[in-house]
């Protein structure tokens, strides 16, 4: 192996989500398996907009300039 990584693109993932989805609604599997497929896609989105809300409220406001107030003599 030469090292390399090769990424799906953003179209590619997008059909993958639109393909999952299409066996969770209209496929002709027995109703456990659809029901499972979009249970996993379900707390898959559920999942990573709990981890966003997580990061957004854990995220430090931009620290404020720091004045020194005692009365130290500076040249």
């Known amino acids: ?4 990584l090769v990424l799906a ?8 989500v639109v ?7 209209f496929s002709d ?3 456990w398996v659809r ?3 979009l ?4 707390s898959t989105v ?3 907009f709990l981890s966003w809300l997580r990061k957004r409220s854990t995220a430090t406001p931009e620290a404020e300039e720091t004045v020194q107030e005692d009365e130290t003599r500076v040249r």
């Open 1 to 4: 192996m030469s090292g390399e």
């Open 9 to 16: 693109s953003k179209w590619d993932a997008a059909f993958d």
């Open 19 to 25: 393909r999952f989805l299409y066996v969770g609604f």
């Open 29 to 31: 599997l027995p109703a």
């Open 35 to 37: 029901y499972t497929v």
């Open 39 to 42: 249970a996993l896609f379900g």
């Open 46 to 48: 559920a999942y990573g």
